[in-house]
Structures are given as structure tokens and as C-alpha cells.
């Protein structure tokens, strides 16, 4: 009886394994190989004919010296502020506005209608958006010359240009995030309101001492993809302003595209991905120790 009991262990523990393993080598192959081939090509350096031989800290203090790799760094930082800022706000908002739609259906219809932009993708977005905020023919200067107000040269002035930018991924970006709010809001039971009430609480103080801290690990996890995502961001600088104008749109992953593509210092590159990734890790495990701190059980 003992016998067969192993061996039947054993034979799940074998059957798990081979259905892991597809996805165990995918994640592999196309996420952990090139992250490790990319921190190994940051100590390298490129040499005449693209071939890499190793020199230490070299291409660090190169790109670590390299005032556009600050600039861009600097663009990037104040770019994902006002993305993430406008996109988790507005998603909130939304979220809560259609969580308080009584009827099912068209709670679902509005649901889409805001979903449906996140299905564009960034660089046929920034190609619409380029047409909708060109200076003289786009149709938002169109609509604010009937009120009478002046013009807004969007992409093409260096102060408006990436708060326009910050506009386009937040047109794009709300609706996913909007879908875990929701369904964060949704699961909140309705007795914890029902209880508030009883001792008084009404209005913003229901949103501000319920809603908020129940909804804090969905806020936290949509901050941190829209951080991840602002912070990465390349489609839709490429299309629309290849970051101009006069640079005020260069970001860390053009930095890292024209190191690479254009003017191929993959090592340089190399430095540039690996700073991105520390980056961000360091961010996700800051936010996670802040959000422990007030975290709330159901």
C-alpha cells in the first residue's frame, strides 16, 4: 500500500514538471536570458566590428558621465509623475462612479467604453493623438478656438510636450486600470458601509475611511504597473516626437533604442536597461513595505 502511494507521489510530481516546464523554459528564454545577457554585456564594451570585450565599470562611468542620460532620466521621472498621477487618479474616479451605476448593463457598457482605448496600442496612438494635437490643423486647437482661447502647440512646445505625452498614455492606460479598481470596489461587502452609516458616516467620509484603505493593495498594484510602464515607455515618444522638440521629450528607453540602434553601443545600451531594471525593482520593493505597513484584512 506504501509502495503504490509513492509511486503515485511520484508520478504527480512528474506530471506537474512536464506541465510546468513549457512554461518554465518560456519565461526563460524570453524574460530571464536576455536580463542576464544584459547585465553580462553592461561590464563590455563595444569595440570596431560589434564585437564586446570586457572592461569592467568602464561603460558605467561612460553613461553615469553622459549629461542626456540624466536629462533623459530627469524627462522620464517628471513623464511617469504626471502619467501615473493622471492615470491612477482618473481610474479611481471613474471606478468609483461606475461602481455606484445601479443597473448591471449599463455599469458593463460604460465598463467597455473605457476599456476599449486600451486595446490601441501606444504607437497607433501616438499617431492619433500627433494628428488630434497638431498645432495649426488638429482638432483640439479646432474645439479651443470656438471658445475663443488660445492654442496650445502640444508636442511641438518644450513645456506642453510631455504633459501632452502624459495625456496620451493616460488615454490609453485608464481603462486597464479601471478594471482592477472595479472589481477591487466590488469586492468590498457592502456591511462595512452599512456600518459606517450606522455611526454616522456619510458621503466623502464613507470614500475617505472605507472605500480608500480597503482599495489600497488594488491602488498599490495599479500604481506600480503604470510606474513600470511610464517608466518604460518608448512607443509613443518615437512616433510622435522621436524626442524633440530640442530633446524635451527624450526618455531612458530612446536613450537606450539610439545607443543601441542607431549608433550601436549595445554595451552603453546594456548600462541603460540594467539602470531601468534596478530602478524600478527598488521601487516595487519600497512601495511594498510602505503598503504593509497599512494594510487592511476583509
Known sequence: ???????????????????????????????????????????????????????????????????????????????????????????LLLAIALHSVRSVHMRNFLTLMYVLPTLVSLAAAGFIWDWLMHPRFGLLNQVISVFGLPTLNFLADETQVIPSLALINAWVRVGFSVLILLAGLQSIPDSYFDAARVDGARGFKLYWFITLPLLLPQIGAVTLLEVIFGVKVFDVVYVSTQGGPAGASDMLMLYLYNNAFRFFRVDRAAVAAVFIFVTLLAFGIIQRKLLERRRYEL
Not at 526563460?28 to 564585437?51: H, R
Not at 569592467?56 to 513623464?79: A, C, M, N, Q
Open 1 to 91: 500500500m506504501k509502495a503504490s502511494s509513492g509511486y503515485y507521489s511520484r508520478k504527480l510530481t512528474y506530471t506537474g514538471i512536464l506541465l510546468v516546464l513549457p512554461v518554465f523554459l518560456y519565461f526563460m528564454l524570453l524574460y530571464w536570458y536576455p536580463l542576464v545577457s544584459a547585465f553580462l554585456m553592461s561590464f563590455q564594451e563595444t569595440i570596431p566590428g560589434l564585437k564586446m570585450q570586457f572592461a569592467g565599470l568602464k561603460t558605467y562611468r561612460e553613461v553615469f558621465s553622459d549629461p542626456l542620460f540624466w536629462t533623459s532620466f530627469g524627462h522620464t521621472l517628471i513623464f511617469a509623475l504626471e502619467a501615473v498621477s493622471c492615470t491612477v487618479l482618473l481610474a
